[in-house]
């Protein structure tokens, strides 16, 4: 089997490291004393909550951004739709001028 990360702790600052071995990049550190006894991250249930609210407002966020380009792409068409008229009137006033 094929060992694809290793943990370690660092001599200089005592945090625990997740490093790929492949491309030697800290996946993760755990800062000391926010491991628990298996090494592993302890969940801190504000965190969780917190991420879900940063979610949350970048999904409204994204939202209103949608509404808004969803609103202008609708009053371009309009905006076209009255040039086209313009001109199609310009362009009947003209023929009714040649024809008198």
């Not at 550190?29 to 909550?49: F, N, Q």
């Not at 879900?52 to 076209?80: I, N, P, Y």
Request: with cysteine.
């Amino acid at each position: 089997m094929d060992v694809k990360q290793v943990e370690v702790r660092c001599p200089g600052c005592a945090h625990q490291l997740t490093v790929d071995v492949r491309t030697s990049t800290v996946l993760r550190a755990i800062p000391p004393g926010e491991a628990d006894e298996e090494g592993k991250a302890r969940v801190d249930p504000g965190r969780w909550d917190a991420a879900t609210d940063q979610v949350s407002e970048r999904a409204a966020e994204a939202s209103d951004k949608l509404d808004a380009a969803l609103e202008k792409e609708r009053d371009r068409a309009s905006h076209f739709d009255a040039l086209f008229d313009r001109a199609r009137e310009k362009a009947n006033r003209r023929e009714e001028e040649e024809l008198d």
